[in-house]
């Protein structure tokens, strides 16, 4: 092998043990198409932009990725599973989805979706909760659970952080969680946040007599550092943590997920930052990618957006296909999406989480689309009700059951002044 062109083999034929990619490619007005799909393979594999004598040994060859396959602007690409350290996201990433996106090769280059083999998937943990084990700690199966961040995200006392936690478990839902950029401030400390709210939490369950918990944010400098709030977490008798995935990195993502499994804490993941990568369609990382890393890697929550309902981008077919993503055992290719088959080969399901601008006028349309086996996360749709967080826990509770019994909104809201409110004021005030 020696030019990009030298990449490309469109009579191969991938078998099992072959890692495959889907890729957009724009390529350079002073370059061709073949030069332009080889050099992401080649760069993304054991080439590089001069010829090498090396190239000829029979063992690099052996790793090299091909070109099989191209129509229009999209090509996929085959990797020898023999090119990937087993369990690293961080290795294989750094060549799929490395400095290919930085090449002078294309004008424009996006990676829709990896169809991973089964010895690379059984190289992951997957999730330890997942979506039944979430359940179970709950013992609620017949209805979303429902989380909201306590708002504004940050600038909270403890004291008033843990208010609104009490006004939120008390009015009806399952979960306080801390927002992707409260970590452990002076305002609001990590330890006296966790103490205090778990305390808080452990009364509104003694006067609910529901089960109540709290989606706690390790996020921090290193390893170490969250391996420490884990830990304490984990002591004052908390049964999450949370990472922000793309700020902290696979690896610590990873890390997390082994310190977690070890402690018997489920972890949800916040995907802060991902629409630096994610949200142009034709270059970057896309949504699905960041989907099936986490799920290889273990947390049990994933953010997965609203279907076009509130004030994330994201269209309905994206989040609804995201969510099969993370449920499915095997999911189908989609060809209008660019989508590569998928069999998860018995890992555990990741719980979807949709939110983003939601409030009780949209969650029945949000459920219309993913179904009532998800959780509902709601912030400024609860703490904008007029008369405060509580009202707005109990109006959006009310809305999911009257939902789930089949009962018209405005019906229901006649026996909830709480929901009459917030009708009222999200029919006139809506969300963009």
């Keep these: 092998m020696a030019g990009y062109e030298d990449f490309i083999d469109m009579g191969y034929k991938p078998d099992s043990h072959d890692v495959i990619a889907s890729f957009r490619v724009k390529v350079p007005k002073w370059s061709t198409a073949k030069r332009a799909w080889g050099a992401v393979a080649a760069e ?4 590089t932009w001069s010829a090498l004598k090396a190239m000829n040994y029979k063992n ?33 990433l750094a060549s799929i989805a490395g400095n290919v996106f930085g090449m002078k090769a294309v004008d424009a280059l996006r990676l829709e979706d990896i169809e991973f083999t089964k010895k690379i998937v059984k190289s992951f943990p997957g999730p330890k909760f997942g979506r039944r084990g979430v359940r179970n700690i709950f013992k609620v199966y017949g209805r979303p659970l429902m989380l909201s961040v306590a708002k504004p995200k940050v600038g909270l006392t403890t004291s008033q952080h843990v208010e609104v936690g009490r006004q939120i478990w008390e009015g009806g839902l399952d979960l306080l969680k801390d927002d992707e950029n409260l970590a452990d401030q002076k305002f609001n400390p990590f330890k006296k946040r966790v103490v205090e709210s778990l305390k808080m939490r452990d009364k509104i369950e003694k006067k609910t007599g529901e089960k109540k918990s709290y989606l706690i944010n390790i996020t921090g400098p290193t390893v170490k550092e969250m391996e420490k709030r884990a830990k304490f977490i984990k002591e004052h008798g908390g049964e999450y943590a949370m990472i922000d995935i793309i700020t902290t990195g696979w690896a610590a993502v990873a890390s997390v997920r082994e310190i977690c499994g070890d402690l018997g804490l489920a972890i949800h993941a916040h995907r ?30 994933f953010h997965i957006g609203t279907a076009n309902i509130g004030k994330l ?64 996360q709601i912030g400024g749709g609860i703490h904008g009700h007029p008369s405060g967080s509580y009202a707005g826990a109990k109006a959006m509770r009310e809305a999911v059951e ?20 917030a009708l009222d004021y999200w029919g006139r005030k809506g969300t963009r």
């Excluded at 993304?44 to 080439?47: H, P």
């Excluded at 052996?62 to 690293?88: L, M, S, T």
């Excluded at 009780?360 to 349309?365: G, S, T």
């Design 60 to 92: 690099v060859q052996a790793v090299a990725a091909k070109v099989f396959e191209a129509k229009g602007r999209w090509i996929k690409i085959a990797y020898p599973e023999d090119h990937f350290e087993e369990g690293n996201m961080s290795q294989i």
């Design 272 to 301: 802060a930052m991902h629409g630096a990568m994610t949200r142009i369609p034709t270059h970057g990382f896309s949504m699905n990618c960041v989907a099936k890393c986490v799920r290889l890697l273990g947390v049990d929550q």
């Design 44 to 47: 993304s594999s054991v080439g």
């Design 313 to 376: 981008v994201g269209s309905a077919e994206e989040v609804m296909f995201l969510e099969k993503q993370i449920v499915d055992d095997k999911v189908e290719a989609n060809a209008q999406m660019h989508t590569l088959p998928q069999e998860w080969f018995g890992t555990k399901s990741v719980f979807p989480v949709s939110s983003g601008g939601l409030h009780p006028l949209l969650v029945d349309k949000v459920m219309n689309k993913l179904g009532t086996d998800i959780m509902l």
């Design 402 to 421: 009257a939902y789930l019994a089949g009962i018209d909104l405005a019906v229901a809201a006649k026996k909830c002044p709480e929901l009459k409110v």
